[in-house]
């Protein structure tokens, strides 16, 4: 697999070489990798020699062309979104008009790097939200959410779709490599796959930008839990709100933030969840068929990011682990999701 061949390729003449293609006339003085450790990407801080610095991200999973298109997207949306999120989002380095990402291409790797502005960072939230904590982080949620869709008709477009990711799934499964590495389970992906395509092609939600990953470690607070910067794009999409209720059902969940992680669906289903929502709910309304899509935006987590890219983004260790709990836990659990319960929670 990818993650495992490069975890020891010197990827920092990759970013030199970055850098002296953005602006040569600047000397580098330090390149340190500042990377969590837990995914295939790696990012740096990159020390220049009048001791400012910027932030350098390396990638080499996915498409180049939709890692350009994603963060045009992000550029334009950081500029766009109004008061008090006009600096939440970490800006990637201009070169001229358009957003600067180099690409490095070799018998080995297709890789590509981009600078970002280093972000101011606050308060952390905790690993484990009080209820009242939880009650302010669904207000912000719900307000921050309003405000991208308030810009979503300004916004450079996605080419990039649920389904074309879960196609691009079933494309793998039809070749040597991904038919071997999934051969074991491929009746399942392909199953779980026609099922959520079949689902969502009933649903037509308005797209917004979506993070999907609201992980604590991406994103940083005020003391009275309104967000104040977020520097991590890695599940970046254009899509429906309800894309990012699963990972927010795991910040609010009882359990915290665990260093040893599992994708189990049973977040959404706590009380403390339920909470989460119904504050959501009053100053943001959602809809009966969002919520009938809630295990469906979880279906297509587990087969996105845990199936179809969990080796290539995930370290082996974890990729395994992962992929292993989703065809004996995760995929198997969305039947008996009470869709209904939460519903009537909310009303609808």
């Not at 982080?137 to 309003?146: D, G, N, P, R, T």
């Not at 607070?221 to 795991?250: E, G, K, V």
């Not at 969002?290 to 179809?308: D, G, P, T």
């Not at 080796?311 to 009470?338: M, T, V």
């Amino acid at each position: 697999m990818i993650g495992q061949s490069m975890a020891f390729f010197n990827f920092t003449h990759i970013v030199q070489e970055a850098w002296a293609n953005y602006d040569d006339s600047r000397e580098l003085k330090k390149i340190e990798d500042i990377s969590a450790q837990v995914s295939t990407n790696h990012v740096y801080k990159v020390t220049l020699e009048d001791r400012t610095f910027v932030i350098a991200k390396l990638s080499y999973f996915g498409q180049h062309e939709h890692f350009v298109e994603d963060h045009s997207i992000i550029n334009s949306m950081s500029n766009n979104l109004p008061a008090p999120y006009e600096n939440f989002l970490s800006r990637s380095l201009m070169k001229g008009t358009n957003i600067f990402v180099h690409r490095h291409q070799s018998a080995i790797i297709d890789a590509w790097v981009i600078f970002y502005r280093p972000v101011k960072i606050k308060k952390k939230l905790p690993r484990r939200l009080d209820e009242q904590q939880i009650e302010k982080l669904a207000v912000e949620v719900a307000y921050f959410h309003k405000a991208c869709h308030t810009i979503r008709h300004t916004l450079p477009p996605s080419s990039k779709s649920v389904a074309t990711d879960i196609h691009h799934l079933l494309r793998i499964l039809d070749t040597k490599a991904g038919g071997f590495e999934h051969r074991m389970m491929e009746s399942t992906i392909r199953e779980q796959s026609e099922l959520f395509l079949n689902t969502a092609a009933q649903y037509d939600f308005p797209a917004i930008p979506v993070f999907v990953d609201w992980n604590i470690g991406n994103f940083s607070i005020t003391p009275n839990f309104r967000f104040f910067s977020r520097w991590d794009y890695d599940w970046f999409r254009m899509s429906t709100r309800i894309m990012d209720f699963y990972f927010l059902s795991r910040v609010v969940s009882d359990i915290g933030d665990k260093t040893v992680f599992s994708y189990w669906i049973t977040t959404m289903q706590e009380e403390r969840f339920l909470r989460f929502l119904r504050t959501y709910h009053q100053i943001f309304p959602l809809t009966a068929d969002e919520i009938r899509f809630l295990k469906e935006a979880y279906r297509f987590f587990i087969l996105n990011y845990v199936i179809k890219d969990g080796r290539y983004f995930f370290h082996e260790i974890f990729a395994s682990k992962l992929q292993r709990e989703a065809y004996e836990h995760y995929l198997p659990s969305i039947a008996d999701f009470p869709t209904e319960m939460l519903l009537k929670e909310l009303d609808l």
